[in-house]
């Protein structure tokens, strides 16, 4: 597990390395990558606890919690929508 939070964490690093000169499109960029990434690495990390659970308790189903899963989905949205309402206002009202 921590070989694919590591890994993720390289791929987010070379992602935001390009980003010289932050200014509103840039910013939007970070947050639709940053909601994107949120949602992969917690689909990534419930993936492993699911086989770990199915490896060490064999029969037994793992538990969602319903709550925090639909924070993870909300926040990602709200970053997702933000950013792209930025790079709009870069592209269309700034130019």
């Known amino acids: 597990m921590s070989f694919a939070l590591m890994g993720s964490v390289q791929v987010f690093g070379n992602i935001l390395k390009n980003i ?8 939007g960029y970070v947050l639709v990558v940053g ?10 990390i419930m993936t492993l606890f699911i ?5 060490f308790k064999e029969g037994s189903e793992y538990q969602f919690n319903r709550a925090f899963t639909w924070r993870i989905i ?4 709200v970053l997702v ?6 790079i709009v206002i870069h592209e269309f009202c700034l130019t």
């Open 51 to 55: 086989g770990m659970k199915k490896v």
């Open 74 to 77: 909300g926040t990602s949205a």
């Open 81 to 86: 929508l933000s950013g792209l309402g930025l």
């Open 20 to 27: 010289n000169t932050p200014n509103v499109g840039n910013i």
């Open 35 to 44: 909601g994107v990434y949120l949602l992969l690495i917690y689909l990534v």
